[in-house]
């Protein structure tokens, strides 16, 4: 067997050369297409760091043997399944980013961000982390017009880490204020700042993003802008008795066949996204929820 690997620009050469051998093989001039393999390598419809390591396994599962020690160094291998029905979860867990003391940051110890510093001359607070759909691949359970979409809950969960790196227990503002597409297995940059209290100790919160790997600031998108502030402070926090539940005088929402309707919608929710179990709506037109994780999505979601 002919091993063939087109470097680039994209794969015209490789198409051409594909369809010669066809008609070659059509011929019956005695070559099959299994005497040769060709791999182009760049694809103008994938960034290079996939497009490459996807022309290399193409070479590896044809039989060209590879130096896997020099394309990931430091890598190890790992068991996998002998069985394919067996409820065992595999994949290796995504790396942590380290020890990020070691470049003055303070470790954010949270699922979606990964460090958070102070600014020197305020007391404002960015916090840092990166997300896609090869770290977190549970997000992909969150489509929108087949697209995935970063959830409005995970916006949410953002700006409670933060206000919790800056002693605010309460979300008192979130406005979504453009969606966060995850495409492929491209990644994104997040920060969310933090602004310094004011006199009543509310603090505004922006999160943008912007693709990782550019340094490019016009590429930077403001997703979310809200404010946070304490218990002691906020007069709209809602109280409710907990020991009684449901709440007295709510009713009780239908949700039989309701991912169904979102789905024809164009509201797509998998396993991960499918934990609300029960809802009811208050005289004054609140909802409340019961809501789990469902037991198949916890190694999937980390939790």
Request: proline residues 5%; charged residues 20%.
């Amino acid at each position: 067997m002919r091993a063939y690997l087109e470097l680039g620009p994209d794969g015209v050469l490789t198409a051409m050369a594909q369809e010669t051998l066809a008609m070659i093989v059509d011929s019956d001039a005695g070559v099959r297409e299994s005497d040769m393999v060709l791999v182009p390598v760049f694809r103008g419809d994938r960034g290079e760091q996939s497009a490459v390591v996807s022309a290399l396994a193409e070479l590896h599962v044809h039989g060209v043997p590879l130096d896997w020690r020099a394309v990931f160094p430091g890598a190890r291998q790992v068991e996998l399944p002998t069985y394919a029905f067996q409820r065992r979860w595999y994949w290796p867990s995504p790396a942590s980013a380290g020890d990020v003391r070691g470049v003055g940051l303070t470790a954010a110890s949270h699922p979606l961000l990964g460090a958070a510093v102070g600014l020197a001359d305020s007391d404002e607070v960015l916090l840092t982390g990166r997300l896609s759909l090869g770290s977190h691949p549970w997000l992909a359970d969150h489509a929108v017009g087949g697209a995935v979409v970063f959830p409005g809950t995970g916006f949410l969960e953002l700006a409670i880490r933060a206000g919790d790196q800056v002693g605010c227990d309460v979300v008192e503002e979130l406005t979504l204020t453009a969606p966060l597409v995850l495409d492929g297995d491209e990644a994104v940059t997040v920060q969310v700042r933090v602004g310094s209290a004011d006199g009543s100790g509310r603090r505004e919160l922006s999160i943008h993003a912007r693709p990782a790997g550019t340094d490019d600031r016009d590429r930077w998108v403001r997703h979310a802008a809200g404010v946070l502030t304490s218990s002691d402070h906020s007069a709209g926090t809602a109280v409710f008795d907990t020991a009684v539940w449901p709440p007295h005088g709510a009713s009780v929402i239908e949700l039989d066949g309701l991912y169904d309707r979102l789905a024809e919608g164009g509201l797509g929710y998998g396993p991960v996204f499918q934990g609300l179990r029960a809802a009811w709506r208050g005289a004054g037109g609140e909802v409340f929820a019961e809501v789990a994780l469902p037991e198949q999505a916890h190694s999937e979601a980390g939790a």
